[in-house]
C-alpha cells in the first residue's frame, strides 16, 4: 500500500512539474517548479507561416513562464521565410530549423548561448547570420549545408566552432573572436570563397581539414596560442602561397615527419615566422613545398630532417647572424644545394664555412627589399615547381623516400634521381 501511494505521488509531481501544451500558435513543455517553457512547436496550423517570433514567455492558467529553449527539430523542414527569437531564449535545440529550405532571415538574441548540432542545416536560402555576444558554441553541422550563406558574423563570446559547422557555406571572409579556442575538424571545409584566413592568439586547437578543400585561399596568419594542428588542417587547399606563423611554441617542438608544419601546409610556397622563436623542431618543414622562408634573428637551433623532403626549396632568409646550432641531418633529402641562402653580411663567411649550410647553391648578403620576420613580402615570386610524387626504380610509387635510389616526379613533368644514404 505504501509503494502504491509513493508512486501515485511520484506520478502527479512529474505531471505538475512538466507538461505539453498548446499556447497560441505554439506548442511548450512546461515546469512549473522553474516557470519555465520549453517550445516544442509539433506540427500544427503554424507549419506554412512565413515569419515566426519566438515569445520570451508565455501564460498558462494564469502563470507566466519565461521561454528559455527551442526544442531538437521543433521546426524541422517547416516553411517559414523568417525567424526572430525573443530576449531569454538561451538554448537553440539539435535541428530546430534542419531543412527549413525558404528560410531568409534569422534574428538571434544576446541570450542565446549554445547553436545545437544541425540547428540550420541545409537552410539553403539563408543568406547571412549575426551570432551575437553571448553565443559561446555553435554546434556540429549548425549552417552545413546553407549554401546562400555568404556573410556570417561571429560574436565575441565563442569559444568552440563544431565539426563541419559551416561547411561548404559561400562566405569570402571570416573574421574569428579573440575569445575562441577551438575550431574543429571540417568546421570550414569547402569554404570556396574564402581568401584569407586570421587565426587569433586564443585559438589553441584546429582540427582535421578544417580549412580543406578552400580553393581561393591564398593567404594563412596563424596566431601565437596553438596547441595542436591536425596534419591535413588546410588539405586540398592547394593555392596557399603565403603563410605568417606566430606559433612558436608549436614550432620549437620536435615532431614526426607526418606532424610538422610541412604537413599542415603541405603546398604552401611562402612562410614568414615570428621574431621569438628560438629554435626549428625535429621535422618542422618535412615534406613541405616552401620555396621561401624567413627566419627570425632570434632563432638558435634546427632540428633534425627539419627540411627533410623538401624538394622545393629556392630561398631561405636567415636572420640569425650566429649560425644556428644545425642537426647535421637537418637539410637532408632536399634540394638545398640547389637554394641560395641570403644571411646578414657579416656572418656570410661564418654560413659558408658551418656544417648544414655550406652546402647550400648561393650564400649572399641580406638586403632592405627581403622579406622580414612577421610580415609577408612585397615582392611576387614566380611559380615554383615542387615534388608530386616518388618512385623506386621499379616504378612503384612510395609514400616516402627509402635508402637507395628514389626518382622524384616534380609538378612541371620533369624528374630527379635522389639517392638515400
Request: aromatic fraction near 12%.
Amino acid at each position: 500500500m505504501k509503494k502504491k501511494f509513493l508512486f501515485i505521488v511520484f506520478m502527479m509531481l512529474a505531471l505538475t512539474a512538466s507538461a505539453s501544451v498548446k499556447i497560441g500558435d505554439f506548442y511548450y513543455e512546461l515546469n512549473a517548479e522553474t516557470q519555465t517553457a520549453e517550445l516544442v512547436a509539433k506540427r500544427g496550423k503554424y507549419w506554412f507561416y512565413k515569419e515566426v517570433v519566438i515569445p520570451s514567455s508565455v501564460t498558462y492558467e494564469g502563470i507566466d513562464y519565461n521561454v528559455t529553449s527551442i526544442a531538437n527539430a521543433a521546426f524541422e523542414e517547416c516553411y517559414m521565410t523568417s525567424v526572430t527569437i525573443s530576449e531569454g531564449v538561451t538554448k537553440i535545440g539539435n535541428g530546430a530549423f534542419v531543412g527549413c529550405s525558404r528560410l531568409t532571415s534569422v534574428t538571434i538574441p544576446n541570450s542565446v548561448k549554445t547553436i545545437g548540432n544541425s540547428a540550420f542545416y541545409r537552410c539553403s536560402a539563408l543568406p547571412s547570420i549575426i551570432i551575437p555576444d553571448g553565443v559561446m558554441t555553435i554546434g556540429e553541422e549548425a549552417f552545413d549545408g546553407c549554401t546562400e550563406l555568404t556573410s556570417v558574423s561571429l560574436g565575441s563570446g565563442l569559444t568552440s566552432i563544431g565539426k563541419w559547422a559551416f561547411h561548404a557555406v559561400g562566405i569570402t571572409s571570416i573574421t574569428f573572436p579573440q575569445s575562441l579556442r577551438v575550431i574543429s575538424t571540417r568546421a570550414f571545409e569547402g569554404c570556396q570563397g574564402l581568401t584569407e584566413v586570421v587565426i587569433p592568439d586564443g585559438v589553441t586547437t584546429i582540427g582535421w581539414r578544417a580549412f580543406g578543400n578552400c580553393q581561393n585561399l591564398t593567404t594563412v596568419t596563424v596566431g601565437k596560442g596553438i596547441e595542436t594542428m591536425d596534419a591535413g588542417t588546410f588539405e586540398a587547399s592547394d593555392n596557399i602561397r603565403n603563410v605568417a606563423l606566430h606559433c612558436n611554441d608549436f614550432i620549437e617542438k620536435d615532431h614526426t615527419m607526418y606532424e610538422g608544419i610541412g604537413n599542415v601546409f603541405e603546398s604552401v610556397g611562402i612562410f614568414v615566422l615570428d621574431e621569438g622563436l628560438t629554435r626549428l623542431g625535429a621535422s618542422a618543414f618535412s615534406g613541405c613545398y616552401v620555396y621561401s622562408l624567413t627566419i627570425p634573428s632570434s632563432v638558435t637551433s634546427i632540428g633534425s630532417d627539419a627540411f627533410y623532403y623538401s624538394f622545393s626549396l629556392a630561398d631561405i632568409y636567415c636572420y640569425a647572424e650566429q649560425v644556428p646550432e644545425t642537426a647535421s641531418n637537418a637539410f637532408n633529402v632536399s634540394n638545398y644545394t640547389e637554394a641560395t641562402l641570403h644571411v646578414p653580411a657579416n656572418a656570410v663567411d661564418a654560413y659558408k664555412s658551418a656544417e648544414g649550410w655550406q652546402n647550400f647553391g648561393n650564400i649572399v648578403a641580406l638586403t632592405d627589399d627581403d622579406p622580414k620576420p612577421t610580415a609577408f613580402s612585397a615582392m611576387e615570386y614566380a611559380p615554383t615547381t615542387y615534388n608530386k610524387a616518388i618512385y623506386d626504380l621499379q616504378g612503384h610509387q612510395l609514400a616516402q623516400p627509402k635508402k637507395g635510389l628514389n626518382i622524384i616526379k616534380m609538378s612541371d613533368g620533369t624528374t630527379k634521381k635522389v639517392v638515400i644514404k
